[in-house]
């Protein structure tokens, strides 16, 4: 919807508001022919700034994809992704096996992790939008995965001129500590 069509469309509506407020149970014929016309202009604005079919999904990223009824948004790809990561996070495959230590870890609110995580690697996919390149998909953690995002959203009728397929590594460092750590052992129970 262009500018000129939005602002036609508002302005409509606009006038059929003042008519509601204005209806009465005693409003002549008159004034009922042109709330109707009215209506029929707001109509027929709405057809012409409407272009495509109607989203299948409630998704921003996936509007046309496939369905999926349990899905707070409907979108299946989206759901897949949020299950997957329920499972990892419920498997602990998320962040690797935790290496067996001697020492019980502290207890956290926040959790604990190694003095070295591992590395994190996504694929970001981006097109050009005639000024800069801009993020056009989530990132991935799986190259073929991209590949096929990317595939698809040039096959789109709305595709963009350009894509890249960004390779994004980060390799953690610890750059500064503050304060010492030191572990202290848990008091015995009972003692005093």
């Not at 495959?93 to 996504?122: C, I, K, M, N, W």
Request: charged content about 30%; overall charge neutral; some cysteine.
């Amino acid at each position: 919807m262009n500018h000129a069509q939005l602002t036609a469309l508002g302005r409509t509506l606009r006038v059929l508001g003042e008519h509601g407020e204005k209806l009465t149970a005693d409003t002549p014929d008159d004034v009922l022919h042109e709330v109707r016309d009215d209506l029929t202009r707001a109509l027929g604005q709405l057809d012409d700034a409407t272009t495509g079919q109607k989203p299948t999904t409630r998704c921003k990223e996936h509007p046309y994809g496939p369905v999926e009824k349990s899905a707070p948004d409907l979108c299946l790809l989206c759901e897949t992704r949020r299950r997957k990561a329920r499972r990892s996070e419920i498997s602990g495959d998320y962040g690797g096996p935790r290496p067996a230590s001697p020492e019980a870890p502290v207890l956290s609110r926040y959790g604990t992790r190694e003095d070295r995580p591992q590395p994190q690697q996504r694929w970001i996919p981006e097109m050009w939008n005639g000024q800069v390149w801009q993020l056009c998909g989530t990132p991935r953690h799986d190259r073929r995965e991209a590949d096929l995002y990317l595939a698809a959203q040039r096959r789109r009728p709305d595709a963009a001129m350009a894509y890249r397929l960004v390779h994004e590594f980060t390799d953690y460092e610890v750059v500064r500590v503050w304060g010492t750590p030191v572990r202290v052992d848990p008091e015995p129970m009972g003692g005093l």
